[in-house]
Nanobody, 124 residues
Framework: QVQLVESGGGLVQAGDSLRLSCAAS????????MGWFRQAPGKEREFVAS????????YYADSVKGRFTISRDNAENTAYLQMNSLKPEDTAVYYC?????????????????WGQGTQVIVSS
């Protein structure tokens, strides 16, 4: 497994942007699919976005498509989630996750390493 640490969350207003970062430990970062999930208060954790090992393939939840962009820098062992045009309904704890990509890339079951989460609050 890989150790993951998220950063970049905060309190913003609707329409603002934030960039989340996920720093990974170890020398095998490029062998992992990376994903972002989020959990709003009182709701189950849901898929947000994922990216393949080299960054050539990306996947997004319909609710964030066109507003969020996932990317990765394998040289820096870091994944990113650029969030634009934020809405109050984007308020959640955002989790970074890593997986081998063999058990699904848009569901929790496909990821076996998780960060501690970073809070994003979007005020209206």
């Amino acid at each position: 497994q890989v150790q993951l640490v998220e950063s970049g969350g905060g309190l913003v207003q609707a329409g603002d942007s934030l960039r989340l970062s996920c720093a990974a430990s170890g020398r095998t970062f490029s062998s992992y699919y990376m994903g972002w999930f989020r959990q709003a208060p009182g709701k189950e954790r849901e898929f947000v976005a994922s990216i393949s090992w080299s960054g050539g393939r990306t996947y997004y939840a319909d609710s964030v498509k066109g507003r969020f962009t996932i990317s990765r820098d394998n040289a820096e062992n870091t994944a990113y989630l650029q969030m634009n045009s934020l809405k109050p309904e984007d308020t959640a704890v955002y989790y970074c996750a890593a997986g081998r990509g063999s058990l699904g890339v848009t569901t929790e079951s496909g990821f076996d390493s998780w960060g501690q989460g970073t809070q994003v609050i979007v005020s209206s």
